[in-house]
T-cell receptor, first 114, second 114 residues
């Protein structure tokens, strides 16, 4: 069965410092992996995805993520955090066999302090 | 503007009173899905649809029904709501496959069942 783990409920980082939000997954076969962000009182917005190809994926707002097959991880990163990056971040894995079954992690709240 | 719309945005109801939450997308997407978001649990998929008249259960389908009679609409039906269905609900849509398979989310419906 597919599963996604986000081991940190909350990540705190100072503005200007690099940030990492962790995600590990379990899936049979090759995964489709996604990161979404949720700002207060808003729906989720797509940030980036890994389907195939380069292990380093670049996305919106300066975010990137590194796919590591041996560690089954897909950590979200940004070289220099902004206060406006403070939000709830979700990692998700999607069925890669032609279906649409999608599993989300529990979410990680990012606080960026000025 | 490309978007997913949900109605109502807020709903307070009583146990056992049937309700429907509507979802509509204007992007001609094949895939649509319903999720519920609960603190500490992330998003959990309720039902999804891969095309008109094609629906399947997600991880938490009990107590919910869906239908997909038109490509653009995917209503969520609670025939006899119970307090444990109090939650924040999101509808999402996606293209079928290829590289453009990220999900677009609606603004959410906050449901309270008394």
């Amino acid at each position: 069965a597919q599963s996604v783990a986000q081991p940190e409920d909350q990540v705190n980082v100072a503005e200007g410092n690099p940030l990492t939000v962790k995600c590990t997954y379990s899936v049979s076969g090759n995964p489709y992996l996604f990161w979404y962000v949720q700002y207060p009182n808003r729906g989720l917005q797509f940030l980036l995805k890994y389907i195939t190809g380069d292990n380093l994926v670049k996305g919106s707002y300066g975010f990137e993520a590194e796919f590591n097959k041996s560690q089954t991880s897909f950590h979200l990163k940004k070289p220099s955090a902004l206060v406006s990056d403070s939000a709830l971040y979700f990692c998700a894995v999607r069925d890669n066999t032609g279906g649409f079954k999608t599993i989300f992690g529990a979410g990680t709240r990012l606080f960026v302090k000025a | 503007e490309a978007q997913v719309t949900q109605n109502p945005r807020y709903l307070i109801t009583v146990t056992g009173k049937k309700l429907t939450v509507t979802c509509s997308q204007n992007m001609n997407h094949e895939y649509m899905s319903w999720y519920r978001q609960d603190p500490g649990l992330g998003l959990r998929q309720i039902y999804y649809s891969m095309n008109v008249e094609v629906t399947d259960k997600g991880d938490v389908p009990e107590g919910y029904k869906v239908s997909r009679k038109e490509k653009r609409n995917f209503p969520l039906i609670l025939e006899s709501p119970s307090p444990n269905q109090t939650s924040l609900y999101f509808c999402a849509s996606s293209l079928r496959g290829g590289d453009n398979n990220e999900q677009f989310f609606g603004p959410g419906t906050r449901l309270t069942v008394l």
